[in-house]
């Protein structure tokens, strides 16, 4: 079924070239699209990303979701639910094309006695298996955060190791983040508001994740006191508890000067659950390892910190 739709979705994008000449096609959107192919590059050429067809086809999404992401985890321990598929292994997470088939499986993860969370996501990878297209929704990312995107996509084409998804997002999430600061200051310059603005976003998603983290921990550390005991409201409870203060203590991150939880739930409506963290754990738990190695090693030389790793690990 994944298969059938990414099929369908890539019969309908659009050649980039195409588009580019379209005289209807808004000249601001025009503009994104010449953004996104100036990150690609400069991905390849600084970064020592991987030369790929991908974003050179575009995709109008017409404002709608178009996949749909299911992460589950045990009830009284922060550990992924895993997903296994041919050729590139086990995953934390499932993506559905149809909403309607997610949410099917979301309730038969519940009726296991999971956690479950469901969520759209903005890109993904095939790993050159195929053109992953430009996405309608990416323009309306500020520069910065689009960089980071384009970047963390690229990187998974570059280097994928099989089975090892946290080590994979970790790595993605690394370069994307510090790729999109060189982009930055190499387009704009240090001072610029873009700059300045992804420092700002950068500071406080830093620390949240960081704090998300701890609180992942902390989770465990009060289910490691259920250990052989049956689940029991008194449990739920505790559990319950310590999650509304982790949420609620994140407005203190940055002397409160940001929101607190940000997902695409309401907070009053719905709290999380334990595969709420899962994300944290996949896509952040090793970014201080990657940035002290990146650092002491590698002097901050982004590209040859990627070819270290490209020769250490094996990839797809």
């Given amino acids: 079924m994944q298969a059938k739709g990414q099929i369908s979705m ?12 379209d005289p209807a096609f808004p000249d601001s959107l025009k503009t994104r699209i010449r953004l996104i192919q100036e990150i690609k ?15 050179t086809t575009f995709y109008n999404q017409h404002g709608k979701p178009l996949i749909w992401l299911i992460t589950a985890s045990e009830r009284y321990k922060v550990a992924p639910y895993k997903w296994t598929f041919p050729i590139v292994g086990t995953f934390p997470y499932k993506g559905f094309f149809d909403s309607t088939r997610a949410a099917k499986e979301e309730q038969q993860l519940i009726a296991q006695g999971l956690d479950t969370d469901m969520g759209d996501v903005s890109a993904w990878s095939t790993l050159g298996y195929f053109r992953d297209p ?49 982009f930055l200051k190499h387009k704009y310059g240090s001072d610029s508001p873009q700059m300045k603005a992804y420092e700002y976003s ?24 259920f250990a052989g005991l049956a689940p029991t409201p008194d449990k739920d409870s505790l559990k319950k508890g310590l999650i509304r203060h982790i949420v609620e203590t994140s407005d203190t991150l940055l002397n409160g000067q940001l929101g607190t939880l940000r997902t695409n739930r309401k907070v009053d409506r719905e709290m999380p659950n334990n595969a709420f963290f899962i994300s944290y754990l996949t896509y952040k738990s090793r970014q201080d ?23 250490k690990y094996p990839s797809l």
């Avoid at 323009?139 to 280097?159: Q, Y």
């Fill in 10 to 21: 890539l019969m309908q994008v659009e050649e980039v070239e195409k588009v580019l000449l």
């Fill in 202 to 225: 950068k500071q406080y998603n830093d620390a949240y994740s960081r704090h998300m983290l701890r609180g992942a921990s902390q989770l465990d550390s009060l289910y490691s006191t």
């Fill in 134 to 182: 430009i996405l309608s929704s990416m323009f309306r990312r500020k520069d910065g955060s689009l960089a980071n995107l384009i970047l963390h996509e690229l990187t998974h084409g570059t280097l994928f190791v099989k089975d090892n998804l946290e080590l994979n997002e970790n790595l993605a999430s690394f370069v994307g983040d510090q790729g999109a600061i060189r």
């Fill in 41 to 55: 590059q400069f991905g390849i050429d600084s970064l020592g990303l991987s030369p790929s067809k991908n974003y």
């Fill in 289 to 311: 390892s990657f940035l002290q190695e990146y650092q002491t090693k590698f002097s901050g030389d982004l590209k040859k910190y990627l070819l270290y790793l490209k020769e």
